[in-house]
């Protein structure tokens, strides 16, 4: 009898067991969905974290020469620019230079493909004049305040920063436009209109501006209120 | 004549060995009850284990022509003025390149690089696309954006126009 209990009680756990693999997965396919959901996970990371195929340019100021690579910083950001035998060395003349001629100071232009650790492969470095990379643009929304008849001056204060003010020129070639694009003589701009002007310092004159576009902001099709009698 | 206590030897057997059945018994129940209490415990755990580390969670579903895994991407944050195209030091082998970008909607978008100024609006969503004429070698395009407000946005990125092979 004893033996027939014994009998039923390693039956019953047995199929307990069995029935509990079937109804979840093994350890090792747990391990294997596990495995897969993390390369998944992975790939799809790469995708957004992996630098991108397109060909970059990468300026900078040389402030560390190794064997393989050079250090550049621009604007604080620092770029590592890995060299190879394959990478070609331009200098500022346009002539086909060695790595040896690089020295700290000299601004590159580094042109490559970035790396995994988002460094620069250099196929193409060129020493260049860093005025050449230099866009002397300014952009600024302000109110005319003062317009002289007499000579192309005008005085703008900044929207932005009304302690600041900028003393414009402008000459023939002053592009002067509505919002619309539309060309507008001089005579539509005067004191008190808001305007945005693309402006260069002059190198003559220290605080002082040319204009070679300036946008009216001013509406031209600006209805004044018609007062309404209510009955 | 065999004394009286003789005749006990053989009853006090039998109701030993009867107890010997029932001890038997006894300890095979035990046994049993145990074996199902660990198996229980075991079980009890690792559904715990699970719950605590839902990234051992195991969803087994039949295959779908849906991707196995999504991953959601997080709003991007909404800034005064993105440029979209290009990226920010790309090299181009074309002096003609299209700026896109986002910000308010109907503003004037203001595009130089150190020799050409460029103008336009962006649409009621907000969204520009100006096309721009670049310098070769390195541009520094600085890109503004003036609201209907008048308030000005702006950024800058570095384009190079080269026609070299990289």
Do not use: W
């Not at chain 1, 620069?120 to 952009?139: C, F, G, Y």
């Not at chain 2, 970008?101 to 336009?120: C, E, K, V």
């Amino acid at each position: 009898m004893s033996f027939l209990i014994f009998l039923f009680i390693i039956f019953n756990f047995s199929v307990h067991q069995t029935f509990a693999v079937t109804a979840t997965p093994s350890a090792e396919t747990t391990q294997d969905i596990v495995d897969l959901v993390q390369q998944k996970v992975k790939e799809k990371l790469n995708l957004i974290t992996t630098p991108s195929s397109q060909p970059k340019a990468f300026i900078g100021n040389i402030t560390q020469i190794d064997q393989n690579q050079i250090t550049t910083t621009f604007q604080n950001k620092t770029q590592v620019i890995s060299v190879g035998e394959s990478t070609i060395y331009v200098d500022t003349k346009k002539n086909k230079t060695k790595f040896t001629s690089l020295k700290v100071g000299q601004t590159i232009l580094s042109m490559g493909y970035l790396n995994e650790s988002n460094g620069l492969d250099a196929k193409r470095i060129v020493i260049i004049d860093p005025k050449s990379a230099e866009n002397t643009n300014q952009i600024v929304t302000g109110q005319i305040v003062d317009i002289s008849k007499s000579s192309p001056i005008m005085v703008i204060i900044p929207l932005k920063d009304k302690n600041n003010q900028y003393q414009i020129k402008t000459d023939t070639k002053t592009e002067i436009v509505n919002l619309s694009g539309k060309k507008i003589t001089s005579d539509s701009l005067a004191s008190g209109k808001k305007v945005v002007v693309i402006i260069q310092p002059d190198p003559k004159i220290s605080k002082t501006f040319y204009a070679t576009k300036i946008i009216s902001l001013e509406s031209t099709n600006t209805v004044s209120p018609t007062p309404t009698v209510k009955p | 004549m065999y004394p009286f206590y003789h005749q006990l030897v053989p009853i006090c057997g039998i109701i030993y060995v009867n107890s010997m059945i029932k001890e038997l018994i006894l300890a095979i129940i035990l046994g049993s009850l145990l074996g199902l209490g660990v198996t229980g415990g075991y079980l009890a755990l690792h559904k715990k284990d699970i719950k605590n580390n839902p990234s051992k969670q195991i969803e087994i579903t039949t295959p779908t022509n849906t991707p196995a895994t999504t991953i959601s991407e997080t709003p991007k944050q909404t800034s005064p003025i993105s440029i979209s195209s290009p990226e920010s030091d790309a090299l181009v082998s074309t002096d003609q390149i299209t700026i896109k970008g986002t910000t308010s909607p109907n503003s004037l978008i203001i595009i130089t690089t150190a020799s050409q100024t460029f103008s336009d609006k962006s649409d009621a969503k907000g969204n520009f696309s100006v096309a721009i004429k670049l310098d070769s070698g390195i541009n520094s395009v600085k890109i503004s954006a003036i609201d209907q407000s008048n308030n000005q946005f702006d950024t800058s990125t570095n384009i190079t126009y080269s026609t070299a092979k990289i």
